[in-house]
């Protein structure tokens, strides 16, 4: 038995087989090659088992998400047939006497370069494209594309760390815990897994021939051990099941109210990042979203989200909750969500560069096709659209001109729509200095703890090392005062307010919130039952 540990970021017992999940991107080697001919066999081999792979995703995608959806893999795969993309690729070979693999990735890379700087948008597009259709041959080439992340039994999954955009890929039903060598308790894994009430360590420090083996995560300990010795077995099988039975207890709160033993009450809504987790908010009774974080949109896709796509996923949330608020939150990629696609330039600090609504006001199309999106969706439920990243009043100004365009845009159509509330997230300490006049124009406020935490205390909130005491307080007294001044602007204003980072899920703090008077705490679905069970035995006098 092997016992290693690491930091618990969601706790819980999860016993089942280890998965070590290999990242994508593999440096490729430059190597010599004798046999020519055998080497440009490969390539072509390779090539053609690469597009029935693309052939498979296509007829799949087609059943599941319709033509336009599917249309990506029929592109992939002319690509895959493009003349001059073949041309280079034998070329080099035969010049170079090198092996398939080196000469695939080399020509994906001058065509990307190529196409992102083409002036028309559609074919610096292509870029993304050419990369990810390299990466494919690549990975037929060496054999590693059936690596992990679809397992057929529900597996542990053991990585260096997890891109948002591979975790999206993930079938949900097939993940039984997270461990992960890198990664900090507030980046996307963590988040995940605590969607998923499924244990997750990070910082553990593993071997790549754990795979397929035995293994018990224990996220209230914080150790993972690989095969395990019966008595160890046994005792945490236990764990297990208690566990399980306090999940059943704890479903005898649903459809309870919110309220204090003196009868103040208090919104528990969900956050969500897709359409398949609106599940977890019915089954654990949430009273809505209060933020659906809109970008993992853009994250699973391999090109921009069409307004069509992006209306059938709202309308649908919408719908399935039923009436109850559903807050989604516009594009907030950047910083750790990076999508190739938008071509961004590299950034020296991107958590504090190009990104969210920065974006959206530069690009205004993109802004506008998801604004549009929103509120054709709006008539299929109760939406309110919530931005990112504000620091000031004229962004907040912008935005709304913006929004006025769209809804007389629709006007104009005859396409009908309704008055939807919005508001700000109140994530950069400039939000909350200026909270007063930010009340002044919207609806609402939610508070992005992670971000606030981050840009307040200066900590990289994607740093482990950063992670603990001095650093990383979630109750330093900065963040407390802010939030305190964050309620009160709000209501005094006329806004409600909320939060929706991490630090609203955490049960030390509950009370300070609700003497604060914050209306409305967003948290993993996972958490609202604990935080009904909590509320309802506390009191304020
Ligand atoms: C936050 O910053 O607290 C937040 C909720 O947004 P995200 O974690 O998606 O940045
Ligand atoms: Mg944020």
């Known amino acids: 038995m092997i016992t290693e540990r690491g930091k ?66 029929e592109v992939h795969q002319m690509m895959l047939d493009d003349d001059d993309y073949i041309e280079s690729i034998i070329n080099m070979i035969e010049s170079q006497e090198i092996n398939a693999e080196y000469a695939v990735a080399s020509t994906g890379e001058n065509f990307a370069a190529m196409f992102a700087a083409m002036d028309d948008a559609y074919m610096k597009e292509r870029s993304a494209d050419v990369k990810d259709i390299s990466e494919r041959v690549i990975k037929v080439l060496t054999g590693a594309s059936d690596q992990s992340m679809t397992a057929d039994e529900p597996v542990i999954i053991v990585a260096d760390d997890l891109a948002p955009s591979e975790t999206i890929q993930l079938d949900k039903s097939k993940v039984l815990a997270f461990v992960t060598r890198h990664g900090s308790t507030n980046s996307h894994t963590a988040i995940l897994a605590r969607m998923m009430n499924i244990p997750a360590l990070i910082g553990v420090d593993y071997s790549d021939d754990w795979d397929g083996k035995l293994a018990i995560v224990d996220g209230f300990e914080g150790c993972i051990y690989v095969e395990p010795v019966k008595e160890i077995l046994d005792k945490k099988e236990a764990v297990r099941q208690e566990e399980l039975k306090k999940r059943e207890l704890l479903q005898t709160l649903k459809g309870k109210e919110n309220v204090t033993l003196d009868g103040q009450k208090i919104n528990l809504y969900a956050n969500i990042g897709s359409l398949s987790d609106v599940a977890s908010v019915l089954q654990n009774d949430a009273g809505g979203i209060g933020l659906f974080r809109s970008e993992f949109l853009y994250l699973e896709n391999s090109d921009y989200p069409t307004e069509e796509e992006q209306f059938q996923v709202y309308k649908q949330v919408a ?39 920065r974006i959206c006001l530069d690009r205004v199309e993109i802004f506008k096709t998801q604004l549009r999106a929103l509120l054709r969706a709006s008539m299929f439920g109760n939406i309110s659209i919530m931005f990112p990243m504000i620091i000031s009043v004229e962004e907040v100004q912008d935005i709304k001109k913006i929004l006025e365009e769209v809804k007389a845009e629709l006007k104009e159509a005859s396409i ?17 200095m200026i909270s007063d006049l930010l009340a002044k124009e919207v609806d609402f406020f939610s508070v992005g703890t992670n971000d606030l935490t981050q840009y307040t205390l200066a900590i990289d909130r994607q740093n482990p090392a950063l992670e603990s005491y001095p650093y990383f307080r979630v109750d330093h007294t900065a963040i407390m005062r802010m939030l305190k001044m964050i309620a009160d602007n709000g209501h005094a204003g006329g806004c409600w307010v909320g939060i929706c980072g991490e630090l609203g899920a955490n049960m030390d703090l509950l009370e300070d919130f609700l003497r604060m008077g914050y209306d409305e705490l967003s948290v993993s679905p996972t958490f609202i039952l604990p935080l009904r069970e909590k509320v309802r035995n506390t009191s304020l006098k």
Not at 23 to 48: C, D, L, M
Not at 320 to 326: A, Q
Not at 329 to 354: C, S, W
């Open 416 to 432: 009908p729509f309704k008055d939807v509330e919005i508001g700000v997230m109140i994530e950069t300490p400039a939000a909350v």
């Open 319 to 357: 719908e399935n909750m039923g009436g109850k608020k559903v807050i989604i939150r516009t594009l907030d990629i950047g910083a750790d969500k990076q999508v190739d696609y938008f071509n961004m330039e590299h950034e020296e600090n991107p958590a504090l560069g190009y990104r969210a609504i």
């Open 8 to 73: 618990s970021v969601y706790k819980g017992v999860a016993i089942g087989k280890i998965s070590v999940h290999k990242s994508g991107e593999q440096p490729v080697k430059r190597v010599h090659v004798e046999n020519i001919e055998a080497e440009k066999e490969r390539f072509y081999a390779a090539k053609t088992k690469a597009q029935e792979q693309l052939k498979g995703l296509y007829d799949k995608a087609l059943a599941e998400v319709g033509e336009a959806n599917a249309a990506i893999f």
